[in-house]
């Protein structure tokens, strides 16, 4: 059990009946195509492996992105003349710091709002830059960015929305175009918007990146079963399904799998028994990977612009400035 979340028998009943989740799991888990949301990889030991796996080997896009803002942050940030950073999904901050950095360099800082559904790495993330960063007031925001923004009502700005480690890639195009539409309604004429994504290439590239030796994607992608297991006292046996990621090229994107290795049925209360025959799958996350004309697309039906686009030299990975269109 992830030692965040000492539960007495008593919380164990009162989440059962955590409804909202039971909704989706229960929806997800009766569709044809069996699916759950991203989101559910994320409790303290997801946000773990995940920080995890943005040091491996095989996954670029960390690090690519990393070094396109340490390169262009000192650059774009004075002009814009930034004093409040949004930034959804934060996670650990590692890379917001390199934009704090740049916006304290043009002494215009006052404002940092991570927002992200991980609540105990979000408030340990938000103590450590407290203390980092002397004078900065740090807010942070516990929503799931797939259903809202959650802003506090003051934010000096001009302000940046930033939406980092191509995490917009988890999104079908409807539902990206709506977390864009909220990000464009709340922006000010003066606002902007950064986006980090991950660029079309090589299959075998992108499709390592998701399957690294050491195990660690794999091991990220089965907690999903034991946040499952500990959030609705679920009874899902982790060694009766194993990790899958593959590209495909149509939609331009990997999809992530757990396969069932044997028929077997899962106990959720609240819901009726679920049953998973050999070798079915239950998808767990998509990772779009786009171009700067698919930008562009999901951009203009949000009712924003490119304004700037910036890529690492291999073109691995893209850094994107929209502005109000
Ligand atoms: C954090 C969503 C950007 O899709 O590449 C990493 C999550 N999944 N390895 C991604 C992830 C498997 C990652 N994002």
Known sequence: M????????????????????????????????????????????????????????????TRTERGLLESWMPELMPPLGTRTLVELGAGSAEKSRVILDAMRAGGLAELYVPIDVSATFLSQTAARLRCEYPGLLVEPAIADISEELRLPRWLPRPVLYAFLGSTIGNFYPPAAIRLLGRVRAAMAPGDRFLMGVDLRKSVARIEAAYNDRQGVTAEFNLNMLRVLNHELDADFDLHGFEHRAF???????????????????????????????????????????????SVAELFASAGLRIEAWRTDPASLFALVTGAPA
């Open 247 to 293: 590209y495909e090229p149509v939609a331009h994107r990997i999809e992530m799998h757990l396969v069932a290795t044997r028929a077997q049925q899962v106990r959720i209360p609240g819901m009726a028994p679920v049953r998973f025959a050999k070798g079915e799958t239950l998808r767990t996350e998509i990772s779009c990977k786009h171009d700067r004309d």
């Open 2 to 61: 992830t030692p965040n979340l000492a539960h007495t028998r008593a919380d164990r009943a009162e989440r059962v009946q955590n409804p909202r989740m039971l909704a989706e799991v229960s929806a997800g888990l009766s569709a044809p195509q069996k699916e759950l949301p991203p989101k559910y990889f994320y409790d303290q030991r997801g946000s773990e492996l995940f920080e995890e796996i943005t040091r491996l080997p095989e996954y670029y896009p």
